[in-house]
């Protein structure tokens, strides 16, 4: 059975770094596309932050390049997204999603 699982949550201050995770089981997860959204305290829709396609390519939101990167460890089964430069604005629950299985999510708090 698919199992999406992240860890990684924090409370940081703006300017910091947090590495969350995203471990798969049950499923050969390196030729699916998978993603990071985040979904802001006050909003009701998720946003992609980052995607690594089946071709792939590394995409990000604008809101994000330059600070995050998306990365995986397939001997682990495991997607990363390393933040950096964060800002209050990136507070929200972050969900990993790997052929529509979403994790739980983890909640990213950034202090002002």
């Known amino acids: 059975q698919l199992q999406v699982v992240e860890t990684g949550g924090g409370l940081v201050q703006a300017g910091g770094s947090l590495r969350p995770s995203c471990a798969v089981s049950?499923?050969?997860?390196?030729?699916?596309?998978i993603a990071w959204y985040r979904q802001a305290p006050q909003g009701t829709q998720r946003e992609l932050v980052a995607e690594i396609t089946t071709s792939g390519s590394l995409n990000y939101a604008d809101s994000v390049k330059g600070r995050f990167t998306i990365s995986t460890d397939n001997a682990k089964n495991t997607v990363y997204l390393q933040m950096n430069s964060l800002k209050p604005e990136d507070t929200g629950i972050y969900y990993c999603?790997?052929?529509?299985?979403w994790g739980q999510g983890i909640r990213v708090t950034v202090s002002s």
């Open positions: 049950g499923s050969h997860f390196s030729i699916y596309p």
């Open positions: 999603i790997l052929r529509g299985r």
